[in-house]
């Protein structure tokens, strides 16, 4: 396709685990944090654009902390998460603070991105391929091609915590390299006995076998997404909206497409390294894997 995708960063996220607003923790040589290093890596593999989505009560000091880093580098934008944005007809239950979920957030950006668009966590650094096979996807679509859709798939043992459990969307493909389903488990971690358990949606702790692919929420899609995920969400509303807790997961929607028959969605096997910030302990390990990739020449000393 012939214009440059755009970079959706989900950094809305309230970092209640971390303690504190990670999306701003330096964790690179030079200050760098790991939002840096994604939007580095988004520019040198051809992005064009990129638009955060945060929090309003936020919004000041991430502009001047994380965004007008990269102003003299690529386009950036803002858009805003907000509790009370939503279809017509819905209200938000009294007494919910809880926000909607990663499909609400992206939901967010419906006015703001117009073309194929990445979606990636701000505080997940995926690493330099991934988004090498992301631009590969869109740049392989054909003309007017506005439903196509991919994934980035991780082995479930490389994402997961020595200090407390995470979530992930696990997955299963078919023959052609397509995903087949994908369900969101919830406290997924390495129990006594050596095996990984998470908790399913339907309340069940199963075991998940190591090497399986999960979704670490980047996604590549186009434009006609939006469309479905705004049906998506009004069934969810209608669903589960009058829940104080209940979210909107991007898997759920993604799994339902593809069972309903509206979409495929193809698995980009990568070769980066992932790793993540979900607790304060997890920072020493991410400081010292960005120092091993510079090291080995992935990134510079300073990224300029």
Same mark, same amino acid.
């Given at each position: ?33 790991? *939002?840096?290093?994604?939007? !580095? ?12 989505? @945060? ?120 023959? +052609?390299?397509?995903? +087949?389903?994908?369900?969101?488990? *919830? ?7 050596? @095996?990984?358990?998470?908790?399913? *949606? ?10 399986? =692919? ?11 997404? !939006? ?5 998506? !969400? ?11 807790? +209940? ?27 992932? !790793? ?16 091993? *990739? @510079?090291?080995?020449?992935?990134? =510079?000393?300073?990224?300029?």
């Amino acid at each position: 396709m012939s214009t440059k995708p755009t970079l959706l960063v989900l950094a809305a996220g309230m970092g209640s685990r971390y303690g504190g607003l990670k999306q701003m923790d330096p964790m690179g040589p030079s200050g760098e944090t790991v *939002l840096d290093y994604s939007v !580095f890596d988004a520019i040198r593999a051809g992005f064009g654009r990129v638009v955060f989505i @945060i929090r309003e009560d936020f919004a000041e000091a991430f502009k001047e902390t994380v965004g007008a880093r990269f102003a003299d580098k690529i386009e950036v934008d803002y858009v805003f998460q907000k509790l009370e944005d939503l279809p017509e007809g819905f209200s938000v239950p009294e007494g919910r603070v809880k926000p909607w979920g990663t499909a609400h957030a992206v939901r967010a950006a419906r006015d703001a991105v117009k073309g194929s668009f990445a979606v990636i966590n701000a505080d997940d650094f995926y690493g330099h391929d991934a988004y090498v096979r992301a631009a590969g996807f869109f740049a392989g679509l054909p003309d007017g091609d506005q439903g196509s859709m991919a994934m980035v798939g991780y082995p479930l043992e490389n994402t997961l915590s020595d200090h407390g459990h995470v979530n992930r969307g696990i997955c299963k493909t078919d023959e +052609s390299g397509n995903l +087949s389903n994908v369900e969101e488990y *919830l406290n997924i971690e390495r129990e006594a006995d050596g @095996i990984v358990r998470g908790d399913a *949606l339907d309340g069940s702790r199963r075991p998940i076998t190591d090497g399986t =692919p999960v979704s670490m929420n980047f996604w590549a899609f186009g434009p006609a997404f !939006f469309g479905q995920l705004e049906e998506a !969400f009004h069934r969810f509303l209608l669903e589960a909206g009058t829940q104080q807790k +209940s979210e909107c997961y991007i898997p759920t929607v993604v799994d339902h497409l593809i069972h309903a028959g509206y979409a495929s969605c193809k698995v980009l096997k990568t070769t980066s390294p992932w !790793f993540g910030v979900t607790y304060p302990d997890d920072k020493p390990f991410v400081v010292e894997s960005i120092a091993k *990739l @510079i090291t080995a020449g992935d990134y =510079p000393q300073k990224l300029s």
